[in-house]
């Protein structure tokens, strides 16, 4: 209603004649409004005074049927009517008296003031400057005499609470006052009672002015908390960027709230002074000053919450979220219009809740604990570092100096217990019942950790909760084995050979297999055996190292063949190193163990495999030659290449190239190069003859050569395959008649090389006299054959 009248500098004061009579009422109504005369029952159709929520309904109607009107405002049958200019007042005076015949009301006339430039309204004078207490009440205020009793006592609180928004933090004023209404406290006026009564005398002379709220202005809102009381002051910016408030609010903090911390005080002034002004607030933007630094990042509508704010806290917060708003911090010498009435606060009202629900649920907390609450209590205020932080939550120092700065936010106190959101914090003397505890059924650290946070901490909880499990003989005896690793440690050899990893498989298929893993190259060995013992591992070892030699290092299982004394000494005796993987543990050995795998999975596959050979052996060949050319997926190379030093050919090669060379090209063409014999193809020649004892040699023409060999066609047509070491040239020869062909086919020379060219299709003219065969193995001495160094030697 002072909202209403705000801005108003004329005033209209009306009296309606006989309200209640006004309004009509429906038949039921009439009944029970029936009254009962000399002349008979009559029913009242008018709402009767005396009814006791006649005036409930005669305030709403005042309400509804002048809300179209601005600068109308009605207490009951009060009406006043305000504008900012005397045309603006009657303009407004007119729509309320046609407002008024439209609804039947009446005026009394003798009761009814125009033109005023103030008006008493409710206690207060209203004028163009703003709303003041009337000179009546403030001079029985100051003439009264201290209350003797406590109903004159209930009586002077009650007149000073009405003109409570004058008084800043006016229930830190009548705190003393306020410990005397408590019940079983007798009545007995001290010296903190008549300072009280002094001061709040003083403060109601004092010629304090409350500006009307205005919609158009800039709205901020203080709220401040002090060890027994809660203040608020909400305020308008005026154009010249002067503040002035539009009402004050205090009260007095409940028996739960006083053990808060000065945190969550703060927070709760601003929580409880957001609620009182919510007409005012709510829909609008405004501002949110307070001295709390903390709270300026908890309450912030653009900032996350910490992980464990406080649960009041954290409802605090949701609250606010419906507001729009900017919150400031603003130190405490210029938040003194919020900061007084918290020291000077009025009792909580009937109708304002307090957050002592939430007390009893932590402190509920409490109850299931092998300690009582007594005890915890007893022993935070003796434990060393729990002093500072129950001392720094009730004042304003904050956690600076103890291990929790700058968690505020998360910590609260509830009945001198501290809590870290609906935590309790355990003193230190009673931490070892509590471990005990959550140690009785022996449910693993794990799910003590987490029946621990739900209602107990204290600094370091989860290490001791690990050290209690670890220390416990009957949890150590049924503990599980720790988390698998990735894959066993061992490190990338820098050559191949260095470290082989052994192992058997088997008995499968009715046989057993040697593995042997090179671990750099990845090459494999699998030897198919009938049997494991030393002597026989040995066998295959020593084939194995003759091969490709002696490694530097073995790993492998603790079988027996390979912990025995005689495979002990056959690796000290070769220099070779031997590594054991843990007991029962194959991931140790891997480098083999996935390779056993790989075996047994291959062999059971191809024996649904029709296609190939029933050997075993013959099998494990075939994946042999899989594995070492198959490129592997941690070197990124093949077996082979990494091991030999060279391409791996096999059956999928002939797919590219079916008559690949062994020699290289430009050794083929140097050996073409030398000049060793002159003889080409047509030449005759005389060629040496095996098997035959009559004769050395015959005489034959070359139809191909190669670089060091030729095909030779004799005398009866048959061809032969020699060496240049085994013919010398024969420039007039004529093959002769001797049948030494028959004794060569009977060796298998003739040949089909794939180095040979089309034999010559010319005919050689017959010799008459065929030459001499040398007698002497000196005339076949070649004194000019080449012996130099071949390339590929050549370093």
Known sequence: MFSKLAGGTHFVSLDIFRAYFCMVVDELSA??????????????????????????????????????????????????????????????????????????????????????????????????????????????????????????????????????????????????????????????????????????????????????????????????????????????????????????????????????????????????????????????????????????????????????????????????????????????????????????????????????????????????????????????????????????????????????????????????????????????????????????????????????RNYIYWSGIDRDIENITTQCTGCSQVRNNPPKIDRHPWLYPEISWYRLHLDYAGPFLNNYFLLVVDAYSKWVEIFVMNSITTSKTIFFLQDLYTRFGLPVMIVTDNGPQWTSEEFKMFNSSNGIIHKFSAPYHPASNGQVERYVQVLKNSLKASLFDSSQSSSITERVNLLLIQLRRTTHSLTGKTPAELLLRHGYRTKLDLLIDPHTKRIRSDQIQQIENTKIRDIKPGDPVNYRVYNDTKRKWATGLVISKGPLNAVIRGENGETHRRHLDQMVSAPHAEPSSAGEGTSDQQQGTTSTSSEQQPSTSQTQPSQPDPPKPPSTDAELRRSSRSHKIPSRLDI
């Open 31 to 452: 009944i029970l409004q029936c009254l009962s005369t000399h002349l008979g029952a009559f029913y009242v159709h008018r709402l009767m005074f005396g009814v006791g929520n006649a005036p409930w309904y005669f305030q709403k109607f005042m309400d509804e049927i002048l809300s179209h009107i601005l600068g109308a405002a009605a207490f009951y049958d009060d009406v006043k009517v305000q504008g900012a200019t005397a045309k603006e007042l009657l303009d407004r005076l007119r729509m309320v008296f046609q407002t008024f015949r439209e609804h039947g009301l009446k005026l009394n006339k003798d009761k009814c003031q125009f033109n005023l430039k103030s008006i008493t309204y409710l206690g207060f004078v209203i004028d163009a400057n703003g709303i003041r207490k009337t000179p009546e009440k403030i001079e029985t205020i100051v003439k009264c005499d201290y209350p003797k009793n406590i109903e004159q006592l209930r009586s002077f609180i009650g007149l000073i609470n009405y003109y409570g928004r004058f008084i800043p933090n006016m229930a830190d004023i009548l705190a003393p006052m306020y410990q005397l209404m408590q019940k079983d406290v007798q009545f007995v006026w001290n010296n903190q009672c008549q300072a009280a009564f002094v001061r709040l005398k003083q403060e109601m002379t004092e010629d304090r002015i409350l500006v009307p709220y205005d919609p158009k202005l800039p709205l901020v809102l203080a709220a401040d908390a002090s060890s027994y009381g809660l203040g608020a002051c909400l305020s308008h910016i005026l154009p010249g960027n002067e503040e002035k408030p539009i009402a004050f609010c205090s009260r007095t903090l409940s028996k739960a709230e006083r053990g808060y911390s000065q945190l969550h005080k703060e927070a709760t002034a601003i929580y409880w002074a957001v609620k009182k002004f919510f007409v005012y607030l709510f829909g609008r933007k405004f501002i949110l000053h307070t001295d709390h630094k903390p709270l300026t990042a908890i309450f912030h509508p653009n900032k996350n919450l910490p992980d464990l704010t406080a649960a009041r806290l954290l409802r605090y917060a949701c609250f606010l979220s419906n507001f729009d708003y900017d919150i400031q911090y603003r130190r405490s010498e210029k938040h003194s219009n919020a900061d007084f009435p918290s020291r000077f606060p009025l009792p909580i009202s009937s109708n304002e809740k307090t957050d002592a629900a939430s007390s009893v649920l932590l402190l509920e907390q409490i109850s299931i604990l092998p300690v009582t609450r007594a005890e915890i209590v007893s022993e935070t205020a003796k434990d060393p570092a729990l002093i500072p932080v129950l001392n720094g939550l009730r004042s304003n120092s904050g956690l600076e100096k103890t291990c929790f700065a700058g968690q505020e936010a998360e910590f609260s106190i509830e009945s001198d217990c501290i809590f870290r959101g609906c935590r309790v914090v355990v003193p230190k003397a009673l931490q070892q019942r509590v471990l005990q505890e959550l140690h009785t059924a022996h449910i693993g650290s794990t799910k003590m950790k987490n029946l621990a």
